[in-house]
């Protein structure tokens, strides 16, 4: 009954260091989403797949990539990540793109 | 652009009061709104969704009203537990936003239930 799993749960990184967020979903689901929640903000979504083999900017996509590598997994990832993009990471699936969305955890990255 | 508000920001009540947290949105055009539960350090849980076609859903002691017309959705809850303490946060999904379909969030009622 795992959802929505995302790794890893915490990461420090130094400004310019490279990583990917990675997200999994075992619910058979065709959308998936990356947001970010920042104090004040509220989430925001980054990117969204509404389908394997698709993917689309959302509101706040500058300095970051996506990989949608299977109808399971939604890769997120920073390729020199600075001090702005300290934040916790969502992801969040659905079966189609106005069903509910389920979210998993959270990825808590702090930038130095 | 949606933008999304949720008043009050924060409120605290006695265990087994009746309570209502409010939402409202700027455009009218949505497809559906989503009420979702946030415990600290953790994800979103979905609570209700309701189609803009529909009035109102229920779930247990949870019940989410919704006006189109006006902007406006509501959550009640009945007979408040310390265990329903958490931020809750309401989404909407809108026709005309450029990021397809995208959810816009308010920015949550932090909810305190003392025993």
């Known amino acids: 009954n795992a959802g929505v799993t995302q790794t890893p749960k915490f990461q420090v990184l130094k400004t310019g260091q490279s990583m990917t967020l990675q997200c999994a979903q075992d619910m058979n689901h065709n959308s998936m989403y990356w947001y970010r929640q920042d104090p004040g903000m509220g989430l925001r979504l980054i990117y969204y797949s509404a389908s394997e083999g698709t993917t689309d900017k959302g509101e706040v996509p500058n300095g970051y990539n996506v990989s949608r590598l299977n109808k399971r997994e939604f890769s997120l990832r920073l390729e020199s990540a600075a001090p702005s993009q300290t934040s916790v990471y969502f992801c969040?699936?659905?079966?189609?793109?106005?069903?509910?969305?389920?979210f998993g955890d959270g990825t808590r990255l702090s930038i130095l | 652009k949606q933008e999304v508000t949720q008043i009050p920001a924060a409120l605290s009540v006695p265990e087994g009061e009746n309570l209502v947290l409010n939402c409202s949105f700027t455009d009218s055009a949505i497809y559906n709104l989503q009420w979702f539960r946030q415990d600290p350090g953790k994800g979103l849980t979905s609570l209700l969704l309701?189609?803009?076609?529909?009035r109102e859903q229920t779930s247990g002691r949870l019940n989410a009203s919704l006006d189109k017309s006006s902007g406006r959705s509501t959550l009640y809850i009945a007979a408040s537990q310390p265990g329903d303490s958490a931020t809750y946060l309401c989404?909407?999904?809108?026709?005309?936003?450029?990021?397809?379909?995208?959810?816009?969030f308010g920015g949550g009622t932090r909810l305190m239930v003392k025993p």
């Open positions: 309701i189609q803009s076609s529909q």
């Open positions: 989404a909407v999904i809108s026709m005309s936003d450029n990021a397809g379909n995208m959810l816009t």
């Open positions: 969040a699936s659905s079966e189609f793109e106005t069903q509910p969305q389920h």
